[in-house]
């Protein structure tokens, strides 16, 4: 599975990659995580607000970082 966030580097975009990093090792999960951070791309997936969330290529959530349970379940869902 991929997750990637999309953002060029705001404190919202880091600490959504730094939960999703911690819930991998809490809960022994496998997924790979990429961080977006090439304004170009960030645009070809449509979004105007970081960060962008996507999970296996389904966009799930812009402009905010979603919670913890919020995550684990999104995550547990495609895994």
Do not use: F
Not at 8 to 21: H, I, M, P, Q
Not at 37 to 50: A, K, P, R, V
Request: aromatic share 6%; with cysteine; net charge negative.
């Amino acid at each position: 599975m991929i997750v990637k966030v999309l953002g060029a580097g705001c404190s919202k975009c880091k600490l959504l990659v730094k939960r999703l990093e911690e819930i991998k090792q809490q809960h022994e999960l496998d997924y790979d995580i990429e961080y977006i951070t090439q304004l170009d791309e960030i645009m070809s997936y449509g979004i105007m607000m970081t960060p962008g969330l996507i999970i296996n290529d389904e966009l799930k959530t812009v402009g905010k970082v979603p919670s913890d349970s919020q995550l684990l379940e999104w995550i547990q869902k495609v895994s």
